[in-house]
């Protein structure tokens, strides 16, 4: 938790290049040094070469956002990622314009200057009778367990990506279109004289808001203001505008913008006794979206990698192989980083030529579905996988009842290890609170992290990496996979609209 800490409360939220996410990063090497890691760096890869565009450094210093009229309200809101300032106080009467089409441009075209624009209709809110939060049930893990064909039904969807107005629309168009598209509709918004947009979260209530994706692609130095707002107040405004009562709103958006677009990934090593040069993986994602202070996705997660490594560096265990520890910048912008290290050290998915360190590889650990414990594993159809993950969960009864589930899952950076034949896995994980209240949220913060959840799953993760460590094989592969193209590859990872 001590990691966590610092993760969050001290250098969080780690937007990836943002100036928060390099400090936070510096502070993660010298920790790692300070418990006397090998070859302890942050491995750097560029971002200009990225097809939804470089990431440029930015950060927010400073929001306001009220209604001022018919009464004064504060409105909790978040400015959407790598969106430009207001440049001052900005006051404007509000008006409602949801941008599916051509023709919706058309429509609106002249009558929203000097207005802040509502991009979607009123925000349903049913009653929440289901709890916030849950573990899964013995039913749940059994019926996980029993599945027989690896489906994708695992991963977690996209939240963060596009609004709930154009959604169906923007679905229904290939990514090249969609790029396209949207591209039209930040320069209508700049080109109608709009003072900033408007939206609310599709999903979150009581004061929770799940970010609306980001604005980083063009220009985003010239991209008309953005912000998310939490639900119940963007519905109290609009049904004051649906009925005729004349409605003002302020907002005061500083955001600052750095042209620094060079990533970096964390990487430190355990040096393997006999045989160094196979290496075992532990990772997680070390970036994070800025509307809290990314400790559920994925303060959490790196918390863990590194407390593994802490684990089996004090004690001192002869391992053979090398363990290794990555955790990466640039998954929320379409898991970036594990793919560029993989790209780099592995083999290019595009032309799948597999290098010496590809051969050397034994397989990856991952963990990025929040604060819950670990209760089982994915074997992400690798079947071969299956007894000698149940010998591992073996002695860990009393901790996990250790489902195996033949199961895929995805949105995240094992993904990336994966497309290249390489044994990546993500560990189930019990839900929480983390698709309710703190995935990509302004609420995923410190505390909704759970402290013997966080030590439950350093320790598992421990064993397992451990244990490939020093059994005499590395761990079975699937089929190497055949060259992946271009543009299906970017397509098979959801067209760049962000990772778990
Ligand atoms: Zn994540």
Redo the contacts with the bound molecule.
């Keep these: 938790m001590d990691l966590v800490w610092n993760l969050t409360d001290r250098y969080g939220p780690r937007l990836t290049n943002s100036p928060q996410f390099r400090e936070a990063g510096d502070w993660a090497v010298g920790q790692l040094k300070e418990w006397g890691l090998a070859n302890v760096k942050l491995e750097p890869w560029p971002t200009k070469d990225v097809p939804s565009g470089a990431i440029p450094g930015w950060q927010v210093k400073g929001y306001s956002g009220a209604m001022i009229a018919p009464s004064y309200m504060p409105i909790i809101g978040v400015p959407i990622a790598w969106t430009k300032g207001t440049d001052g106080p900005v006051t404007g009467e509000v008006a409602t314009a949801t941008i599916d089409t051509q023709a919706d441009m058309d429509k609106y075209h002249g009558k929203l200057k000097g207005k802040i624009v509502f991009t979607a209709p009123l925000a349903e809110l049913p009653f929440p009778s289901a709890p916030l939060a849950s573990r899964y049930t013995k039913e749940q893990l059994e019926e996980l367990e029993t599945e027989l064909i690896p489906s994708g039904r695992g991963g977690r969807g996209g939240a963060a990506g596009v609004g709930r107005g154009g959604f169906a629309a923007l679905a229904a168009m290939t990514p090249e279109e969609r790029t396209a598209f949207q591209e039209k509709q930040r320069n209508f918004w700049k080109d109608e004289g709009v003072l900033l947009t408007v939206t609310a979260s599709a999903r979150g209530e009581s004061g929770t808001l799940f970010g609306g994706g980001a604005a980083r692609r063009g220009d985003p130095t010239q991209n008309t203001p953005s912000v998310s707002i939490t639900a119940e107040h963007y519905n109290r405004i609009l049904r004051l505008v649906e009925r005729n009562v004349p409605v003002k709103l302020q907002f005061d958006i500083k955001t600052e913008f750095d042209n620094n677009t060079e990533s970096f990934n964390v990487i430190a090593e355990i040096p393997g006794t006999t045989k160094p040069n196979e290496v075992v993986l532990v990772g997680a994602?070390f970036d994070s979206w800025h509307y809290g202070t990314g400790a559920t996705?994925?303060a959490a997660g790196s918390a863990v990698a590194m407390e593994v490594m802490r684990i089996l560096k004090s004690l001192n265990l002869k391992m053979d192989r090398t363990v290794r520890l990555g955790l990466w910048g640039g998954?929320?912008e379409g898991l970036l980083g594990s793919a560029a290290y993989v790209k780099q050290h592995f083999a290019d998915p595009e032309t799948m030529k597999p290098t010496a360190e590809h051969d050397n590889f034994s397989g990856y650990f991952n963990i990025?579905n929040g604060t819950g414990r670990i209760r089982g594993i994915y074997l992400q159809g690798n079947e071969m996988m299956r007894p000698i993950f149940e010998a591992w969960f073996a002695p860990l009864k009393d901790m996990t009842p250790g489902a195996i589930t033949i199961r895929d899952t995805g949105g995240?950076d094992h993904q990336s290890f994966d497309r290249v034949g390489l044994p990546g896995f993500q560990f189930v994980q019990d839900q929480m609170d983390y698709n309710t209240r703190t995935h990509h949220s302004n609420m995923d913060v410190y505390d909704r992290v759970q402290p013997q959840d966080m030590a439950q799953m350093a320790v598992i993760e421990a064993m397992f990496v451990y244990n490939a460590a020093t059994r005499p094989e590395k761990l079975p592969r699937k089929d190497l996979p055949a060259a992946q193209p271009a543009a299906g590859g970017r397509g098979g990872r959801g067209g760049g609209r962000g990772?778990?």
């Design positions: 994602h996705d994925n998954e929320e990025d995240t990772g778990n």
